[in-house]
T-cell receptor
Framework: QQQVKQSPQSLIVQKGGISIINCAYENTAFDYFPWYQQFPGKGPALLIAIRPDVSEKKEGRFTISFNKSAKQFSLHIMDSQPGDSATYFCAARGGNNRKLIWGLGTSLAVNP | NAGVTQTPKFQVLKTGQSMTLQCAQDMNHEYMSWYRQDPGMGLRLIHYSVGAGITDQGEVPNGYNVSRSTTEDFPLRLLSAAPSQTSVYFC???????????FGSGTRLTVV
């Protein structure tokens, strides 16, 4: 049973466009929602994260939007660049459990 | 500042052979974990540890052993390799009270 569902599986965006990746979760005990970015041949790296007490968090061109009632959160990449081409993972964690529950990932390609 | 170091980067094993994947971190992180990454399967937790002498199973522990004798090291042992263990393995660490994980660059293992 997958507790964090991520979509789409792959995404192609033109340079300068907006990339949007969505995640939905089931467990209402989750209270931390990170996004990780992974380049080929590298390990994932924390990109941006949000807690459910805010509806949006922005860091540069990257924004997380969070909808607690719908149990959904999304990553928006503004002015997408070829260097943003990577695999993006959403995740969730709750309570005293240190373990992250991961989405299956989205492969983003930004065409020049 | 080395972060999380994984060795080797690549390994080919024959079915039935044993080996140890090494993971070392120099950040004094209490929490360490092992993941495997397979196409379309995302990141799956194999084993984790919250400190020296303490280990626990993740979602896919069968065929793998771990131990944690020091804060710095968290080796992953394959006792009798099987083709189903062909994967990319990532080690990750964090402070117990922190949110983000630091990942190593991975070990690509092929079992023939």
């Amino acid at each position: 049973q997958q507790q964090v569902k991520q979509s789409p599986q792959s995404l192609i965006v033109q340079k300068g466009g907006i990339s949007i990746i969505n995640c939905a979760y089931e467990n209402t005990a989750f209270d931390y929602f990170p996004w990780y970015q992974q380049f080929p041949g590298k390990g994932p790296a924390l990109l941006i994260a949000i807690r459910p007490d805010v509806s949006e968090k922005k860091e540069g061109r990257f924004t997380i939007s969070f909808n607690k009632s719908a149990k959904q959160f999304s990553l928006h990449i503004m002015d997408s660049q070829p260097g943003d081409s990577a695999t993006y993972f959403c995740a969730a964690r709750g309570g005293n459990n240190r373990k992250l529950i991961w989405g299956l990932g989205t492969s983003l390609a930004v065409n020049p | 500042n080395a972060g999380v170091t994984q060795t080797p980067k690549f390994q080919v094993l024959k079915t039935g052979q044993s080996m140890t994947l090494q993971c070392a971190q120099d950040m004094n992180h209490e929490y360490m974990s092992w993941y495997r990454q397979d196409p379309g399967m995302g990141l799956r937790l194999i084993h984790y540890s919250v400190g020296a002498g303490i280990t626990d199973q993740g979602e896919v522990p069968n065929g793998y052993n771990v131990s944690r004798s020091t804060t710095e090291d968290f080796p992953l042992r394959l006792l009798s390799a099987a083709p189903s263990q062909t994967s990319v393995y990532f080690c990750a660490s964090s402070y117990v009270g922190a949110d983000g994980y630091t990942f190593g660059s991975g070990t690509r293992l092929t079992v023939v």
